[in-house]
C-alpha cells in the first residue's frame, strides 16, 4: 500500500509541476504529460516502474478519447465537410501508410510492421492542433478547417487500425482467417449496438434525465460507456472501440453536449496517464545510441508529410496558402499514433530498437508542432504568391461592402453584442458594416443576409477597407483588451477623433483603454449591475430624476461604486451561462433534404424548443415565415435556440 501511494504521489507532483510550467509556456499539457514519463520512468530516475497493471490503468484514457471521437461522428457534419474528411483525410491517411509500407520494405522490415508503422506516422495530434488553432483564431478559417476534417479521418481510421493490428501478429498460415474473423466479429458487434442498442439506449437515457440527477446520469454515462468497451473486449476486439460505437450512439441525441462536459474531467486525467506511461517506455540513453538514425526519421517523416498534405490539396482544388498550412500543420505525429505504436510493441510486432526509434521521433514531432505552427505564416508568405492574392481578395470583398457607405458604424466582432447593437442599428436606419474572424459565422450570417464580412479589425488595411475614413464610430463587440487595444492605437493612428466604444467583461482595464483613447467603455458585468440596481430602485419607490442621477453618477466615477465583490461557488463561467443561452444558426436545404416540400409546421421544430426567425429564398429574405411555408431545394432556414436544441433540429432538417 505504502509504494502504491508513492507511486501516486510521485505521479500527481510531477504531473502538476511540469503541467503548471507547460501551461505558463501556453504548451499543450500533453507534452507535458510526455515529458513526465519519460522523467519518472524507468530508463531515467527510475521512480515509476512501467508495469502491465499501469499500462492496463492507462488503457482507459484511450478508452475516453475514442468516447470524445465518437460523439464528433456526427453524420450532418461528416456531410458538411465530406471534401476535406473523406477527400482530403483519407489521401492523406492511405498515401502516407503507402509510402512509409514502401520505405519499411526497403529497409527489410517486413510488411506487417510496414502497415502498423504506416498506420501509426500517418496520424497527427488533435488535442495539439485544435488547442493551437483554437487560440490563433483559426479553428473555422480554410486551412482549419481543412485542418480538422483531415484530423477527423484519421481519428476514424484508428478504428480498422485497432481491429487490424493484433490479427496481423497471428501466425502468417493463419493470419487470413484470423483477419476474416475479426471483420466478421466487428461486423456483428456494429450491428448490434447501432441497430439493437440505439433503440434501447434513447428510451433509457430519456428516463435517466427526467430524475434531474447529475450524478445518477454521470453514474448511467460511465456505465454505457465502460459497458461497451467490455463488449468489444469480450469480443476480441479493442476496449477502445467499445467507447467509439458509444460515442457515436449518443452523438444522435440531444444529450451530446451534455455528456461532452460531463466525461472530460475523466477523459483529460486517464489520457494524461496514459502519455506518461507511453513517456515511460522511451528509454532516452538507448535512443542516443541512434541517433542519426532518429535524426533522418524525423527530418524525413516531417518533410515528407508536407510534401504529401501540400500535393493532395493542391490535387484537390484548395489554394497554395491552404495547401501548405495544411502540411505544416500535419506533418508531425499524433496521439493516436501513440496508441498504435504501444499496441504493436505489446504484441511483438515491431523490434525494441525499432520501436524506440519511431517513438523518439513521434515525441519529438509533436514536441515542434507548435513551433512548426507559430512559424507557419512566415513560410507561407515567403513561398506562396497566392497567399497575399487571397488576402487581397477579402480586402476587396471589405471595401466593396463600404464603397458607398458614408457615417456608417464599424462592428468589430459580430458575436452575440455585435449582432444585438446591429440589429437596433438596422431599426434606426444606421449604416453598418461588421467585421467577423469567424468564417462559419460570417458565411451564415451572410446567408441570413446580414451585413458581415471575414475581415480582422486589428489590422490597418481591413479598417481602412472597411472605410474608416468615412465612419460615424468604431464599436469593438468582443471583450479581448489586447486585441482592443490595437484597434484604438490604429484609429487614433490613420483617423484621430472619430468615436470608440469598447466593451469588456470588468472594470479592470477601463482605465488603460481609455487612456488609449476609447470614448466609452462598457463593461458588461458592471453595467448589468447598474441596470438591475435601477430597477430594483424605481420599484421600491425612488423618484425617476433621482434613479437616473444615481446612474450617471456611477459611471461618471467608471463603476467605483461596484468595484470588488465577494466571490462564492454560485458563480458560473461564461462558458457555462453561454451553453444555455439561445443562438441563430443558418442551415442551407441541400437536394435530397428531409425538409424538402415540408410546410414550417409540419416539420414540428418548437418540439426541440427551436424557432424559425427567417427564410431566404432567392436572396430574399422572409424575417416572419408562414408556419404553413414549403421548404425548397436551396432555401436558407435561420432558427434560434440553444446549443443541443439546434443539433437536433438540423438532424431533422436534414434526415427526418
Known amino acids: 500500500m505504502h509504494s502504491t501511494l508513492e507511486l501516486v504521489l510521485i505521479l500527481l507532483a510531477t504531473a502538476v509541476g511540469v503541467v503548471v510550467l507547460f501551461r505558463q509556456l501556453r504548451l499543450p499539457a ?90 501509426a506516422l500517418s496520424m497527427s495530434s488533435t488535442a495539439i492542433l485544435a488547442k493551437l488553432l483554437t487560440e490563433r483564431l483559426e479553428l473555422n478559417s480554410q486551412h482549419g478547417r481543412a485542418i480538422i476534417g483531415v484530423l477527423l479521418f484519421q481519428d476514424l481510421a484508428v478504428v480498422p487500425f485497432l481491429i487490424l493490428t493484433p490479427t496481423l501478429a497471428q501466425a502468417p498460415e493463419d493470419l487470413f482467417a484470423h483477419l476474416l474473423y475479426a471483420l466478421l466479429k466487428a461486423a456483428v458487434v456494429l450491428t448490434l449496438v447501432l441497430f439493437v442498442g440505439q433503440r434501447l439506449m434513447r428510451p433509457w437515457f430519456h428516463l435517466v434525465a427526467r430524475q434531474k440527477s447529475p450524478e445518477l446520469f454521470m453514474l448511467n454515462l460511465l456505465l454505457f460507456t465502460l459497458g461497451l468497451a467490455w463488449v468489444t473486449g469480450r469480443a476480441g476486439l479493442s476496449l477502445a472501440l467499445g467507447a467509439f460505437l458509444a460515442g457515436m450512439l449518443i452523438s444522435e441525441t440531444e444529450y451530446r453536449y451534455q455528456v461532452e462536459q460531463d466525461i472530460r474531467p475523466f477523459q ?116 506562396s504568391s497566392a497567399d497575399w492574392m487571397y488576402r487581397a481578395m477579402a480586402l476587396h470583398n471589405i471595401a466593396a461592402h463600404t464603397m458607398a457607405a458614408q457615417d456608417h458604424v464599424i462592428i468589430c466582432g459580430y458575436g452575440r453584442s455585435g449582432q444585438n447593437l446591429a440589429r437596433l442599428l438596422e431599426q434606426e436606419k444606421i449604416a453598418f458594416i461588421a467585421l467577423d474572424v469567424d468564417p462559419q459565422r460570417v458565411k451564415e450570417a451572410a446567408a441570413a443576409g446580414e451585413s458581415v464580412v471575414f475581415g480582422d479589425a486589428a489590422r490597418r488595411e481591413v479598417l481602412s477597407a472597411a472605410g474608416l475614413m468615412r465612419a460615424a464610430a468604431v464599436v469593438v463587440s468582443y471583450s479581448d483588451t489586447a486585441s482592443a487595444l490595437r484597434i484604438l492605437n490604429l484609429v487614433n ?39 438591475l440596481a435601477s430597477h430594483a430602485l424605481m420599484l421600491v419607490g425612488v423618484p425617476f430624476n433621482r434613479v437616473l442621477r444615481r446612474i450617471r453618477q456611477t459611471r461618471e466615477h467608471r463603476y467605483d461604486l461596484f468595484r470588488g465583490f465577494f466571490p462564492g461557488a454560485t458563480d458560473e463561467s461564461a462558458e457555462e451561462r453561454d451553453q444555455l443561452q439561445p443562438r441563430l444558426h443558418s442551415i442551407a436545404i441541400p437536394s435530397g433534404a428531409a425538409a424538402i416540400d415540408k410546410t414550417l409546421d409540419e416539420l414540428k421544430l418548437r418540439q426541440f424548443g427551436v424557432e424559425v426567425t427567417a427564410v431566404r429564398r432567392r436572396n430574399v429574405r422572409n424575417a416572419h415565415p408562414d408556419p404553413q411555408m414549403r421548404l425548397l431545394v436551396e432555401d436558407v432556414v435561420v432558427l434560434r435556440g440553444t446549443e443541443e436544441s439546434l443539433a437536433a433540429a438540423e438532424m431533422r432538417l436534414l434526415q427526418g
Open 30 to 119: 500533453l507534452i507535458g504529460y510526455l515529458l513526465v514519463g519519460i522523467l519518472i520512468g524507468p530508463h531515467a530516475l527510475g521512480w515509476a516502474a512501467d508495469d502491465e497493471q499501469t499500462r492496463y490503468l492507462a488503457e482507459f484514457g484511450v478508452v475516453f478519447l475514442m468516447f470524445s471521437v465518437g460523439l464528433e461522428f456526427s453524420l450532418p457534419r461528416l456531410v458538411t465537410m465530406r471534401k476535406a474528411v473523406f477527400g482530403l483525410g483519407a489521401a492523406q491517411v492511405v498515401a502516407t501508410t503507402l509510402l512509409v509500407l514502401a520505405v519499411a520494405g526497403f529497409a527489410g522490415l517486413g510488411w506487417r510492421a510496414g502497415l502498423v508503422l504506416g498506420g
Open 268 to 383: 483529460d486525467v486517464l489520457l494524461g496517464l496514459f502519455f506518461v506511461t507511453v513517456g515511460m517506455q522511451l528509454d532516452v540513453p538507448g535512443v542516443a545510441h541512434y541517433l542519426p538514425w532518429v535524426a533522418a526519421v524525423l527530418l524525413g517523416l516531417l518533410i515528407a508529410k508536407f510534401a504529401l498534405v501540400t500535393s493532395l490539396g493542391r490535387a484537390l482544388r484548395l489554394d497554395a496558402g491552404t495547401a501548405m498550412r495544411s502540411g505544416l500543420a500535419l506533418c508531425a505525429a499524433g496521439e493516436f499514433g501513440l496508441v498504435l505504436l504501444a499496441q504493436a510493441t505489446g504484441l511483438n510486432l515491431l523490434s525494441p530498437q525499432v520501436s524506440q526509434v519511431v517513438l523518439a521521433v513521434m515525441i519529438l514531432s509533436m514536441l515542434a508542432t507548435p513551433f512548426i505552427i507559430d512559424k507557419s505564416d512566415v513560410v507561407v508568405r515567403r513561398w
Open 493 to 531: 493612428e490613420l483617423r484621430p477623433g472619430v468615436p470608440v466604444v469598447v466593451r469588456t467583461v470588468d472594470d479592470s482595464d477601463i482605465e488603460r483603454l481609455k487612456e488609449a483613447g476609447a470614448a466609452e467603455v462598457v463593461p458588461e458585468i458592471m453595467e448589468g449591475s447598474l441596470m
